[in-house]
């Protein structure tokens, strides 16, 4: 059996969907190979996923903010529109989050 040790980098790209030929060579590897994430590597991770959560956290808050003025805002002719395409942001956004959350703990368990 052959082991294959997975570091920050690898675990973040496949949580993020960002290297979809790691994440198929991961999951449709043959019994000959083992996938071990060091325990170094996966306290990275953790520490990347805070700082992750902390980023999204204020970007939600930012489009949250810019929605609350562009609802106030009379003058803008467009400010439905503009709340609107705010708010399916906001929901694309929260989709792509929970998709990284599965993704990543599909890879630890």
């Known amino acids: 059996m ?3 040790y997975l570091e920050t980098n690898s675990i973040m790209a496949i949580a ?3 290297n979809k030929e790691l ?3 991961v999951y449709q590897s043959s019994d000959k190979l083992k996938f071990v994430i060091p325990s170094i590597c996966l306290m990275e991770t953790l520490v ?3 700082r992750e959560e902390k ?3 204020s ?3 930012t489009i949250k903010i810019e929605m609350n003025e562009a609802k106030r805002n009379k003058e803008l002719s467009n400010s439905t ?3 609107n395409n705010l708010e399916n942001s906001l929901i694309d956004y929260d989709d792509v989050l929970i998709d990284f959350n599965r993704r990543l ?3 630890i368990e």
């Open 16 to 18: 993020k969907g960002r």
């Open 55 to 57: 980023r999204s956290q």
């Open 2 to 4: 052959i082991i294959i």
């Open 59 to 61: 970007f939600s808050q």
């Open 105 to 107: 703990l599909k890879l």
């Open 48 to 50: 990347a996923i805070e």
């Open 23 to 25: 994440e198929d060579f």
């Open 81 to 83: 529109s503009f709340v």
